[in-house]
């Protein structure tokens, strides 16, 4: 299957990816969304926020859910993925979303809380946005996943927890997470897995031009009849001619 690669200017990838989502929640209201966070995808919240503050987009109406989670950190932490959701976009939302489903990273029963979000994700997603990790993985979904895996909690990868501690400033580093896995993200309508920065066009040639594989679980995406990589300029560079 042809994989559609949408290769834009740096300047222009966060508004752009923003606008198309936003036309996404205008077209239907009620749409169910899996987010991510990270680095990749802030300035899209950033400028989805502004597009919600301006009256161009309401999410009064849509479900969002979270792909994961870290476990070890505590409630609020400013590097959990709940908590950075909130202060990127829901926080400023007016109106709040109808709902946002977090993954429950303080209960006595991990696995438990990944069942309940895994039957979340079960009810329905019609787009999911994904970041690309360095190593490969989507989600929490690290090397060594297989697109069978269940949502479930998983360990991170020695260089996941790097990105979580210099990055996102995780202290003490999450000791585990809870993921969406990846047959869950595959049964979505739409899947968009969102890249930027010369640092990932390794990975991501990796992911789209060499046989699917578990050393990169992004590789198993293109399973999907319904993906699209929004790449920028720099994390294109890799990618076969045709594929730019
Ligand atoms: P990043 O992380 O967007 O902060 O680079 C991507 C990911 O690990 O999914």
Redesign the pocket.
């Known amino acids: 299957m042809t994989i559609r690669v949408s290769v834009l200017p740096t300047a222009a990838w966060a508004e752009t990816v923003a606008e198309d989502l936003a036309r996404r929640v205008r077209a239907e209201p009620g749409l169910r969304v899996c987010l991510?966070?990270?680095?990749?995808?802030?300035p899209v919240y950033a400028a989805l926020s502004g597009k919600a503050a301006r009256g161009e987009v309401s999410f009064g109406e849509a479900t969002i859910i979270l792909l994961d989670e870290y476990l070890g950190l505590a409630p609020g932490h400013p590097a959990r993925c709940d908590a950075r959701l909130r202060r990127e976009l829901i926080d400023g939302l007016s109106p709040q979303p109808a709902a946002f489903h977090e993954i429950d990273a303080d209960g006595p029963d991990d696995d438990e809380a990944a069942r309940r979000h895994d039957a979340i994700a079960a009810g329905g997603l019609d787009l999911v946005l994904?970041?690309?990790?360095?190593?490969g993985?989507?989600?929490l979904n690290e090397p060594g996943s297989r697109p069978e895996d269940p949502t479930r909690v998983v360990r991170i990868a020695a260089s996941?927890r790097d990105?979580a501690v210099e990055?996102?400033g995780a202290d003490p580093p999450p000791t585990g997470g809870i993921t969406l896995g990846i047959g869950r993200l595959l049964e979505a309508r739409e899947l968009w897995l969102?890249v930027?920065?010369e640092?990932?066009s390794a990975i991501l040639a990796r992911a789209l031009e060499r046989p699917e594989g578990p050393d990169c679980p992004a590789s198993y995406l293109r399973r999907h009849p319904n993906v699209r990589v929004i790449a920028d300029e720099p994390a294109a560079i890799r990618l076969a001619a045709g594929a730019r």
Do not use: E
């Open positions: 991510p966070t990270g680095d990749t995808p802030s994904l970041g690309l990790g360095g190593n993985h989507v989600g996941s990105v990055r996102y969102l930027t920065g640092s990932k």
